[in-house]
C-alpha cells in the first residue's frame, strides 16, 4: 500500500526536477498544490465512495481506472490548454496517472500484469474487504479520510467554479 504522502512524493519529485531544470527556479505554490490534489485525487473520490456510501465495489476502481482516468486527462488537458495554464494540467495528469501506477506495482514484477482495477468496469475488481485495513478502530481514520476528502474537493469544485465563471463569464 503506497500511503498519501508517499503518492504525493512520487509525483512532485519529477515535476519540481523539471521546473528546477526549465525554469532553475523551485515550482510555483499554484503547482505544487495542483500537483497535490493530482496525486491525491483517486483517492479523494473513491475510497468515500467505496467504504463510506458504498456506491462502488472498491477503493480501487473508478478515478483509480483507466477508462475513467483517460477521458477525465482529456479533459483536464483540454480546459488547461483552453484557459492557458497547460503546465498545471500536465501536473494535475501526470501526479494523477502517478497515483494509478504507484498503486499497480504488479507492474513492476519479473511477470508484470494490468490489475483487473486498472481496466473496471470493464474486469471485475479485485476482491477485497468491505472495510479496509487502515479504517482503524471505529472506522476513525475512514471518517477522517472522508472529511478530509469532502473538504478539498468543496475547496477544488469552488475555485473551478469561480474559474468558470471568470474565463467563460457564466
Not at 525554469?23 to 493530482?38: I, Y
Not at 502517478?98 to 494490468?114: E, G, K, Y
Not at 482503524?136 to 481514520?141: A, H, L, P, R, Y
Request: net charge neutral; proline share 8%.
Amino acid at each position: 500500500m503506497v500511503l498519501p504522502i508517499e503518492h504525493f512524493i512520487i509525483a512532485l519529485l519529477p515535476v519540481a526536477v523539471y521546473a528546477l531544470l526549465r525554469d532553475r527556479h523551485l515550482p510555483s505554490l499554484q503547482l505544487v498544490a495542483v500537483t497535490f490534489f493530482g496525486s491525491q485525487f483517486p483517492d479523494l473520490i473513491d475510497k468515500p465512495l467505496a467504504h463510506e456510501l458504498y456506491v462502488i465495489p472498491s477503493g480501487r476502481v473508478f478515478m483509480h481506472s483507466l477508462p475513467f482516468a483517460i477521458p477525465l486527462s482529456i479533459v483536464v488537458i483540454g480546459y488547461a490548454i483552453r484557459t492557458k495554464r497547460t503546465r498545471l494540467g500536465v501536473a494535475f495528469v501526470f501526479a494523477h496517472i502517478s497515483h494509478l501506477v504507484a498503486d499497480n506495482q504488479q507492474l513492476f514484477r519479473p511477470d508484470p500484469h494490468v490489475s483487473s482495477d486498472l481496466l473496471w468496469p470493464l474486469q471485475a475488481p479485485v476482491a477485497r474487504p468491505i472495510v479496509p485495513h487502515w479504517a482503524g478502530e471505529g472506522s476513525v481514520n475512514l471518517h477522517l479520510w472522508t472529511v478530509f476528502s469532502m473538504i478539498i474537493i468543496s475547496m477544488v469544485a469552488y475555485i473551478l467554479m469561480v474559474d468558470l465563471k471568470t474565463q467563460f463569464d457564466l
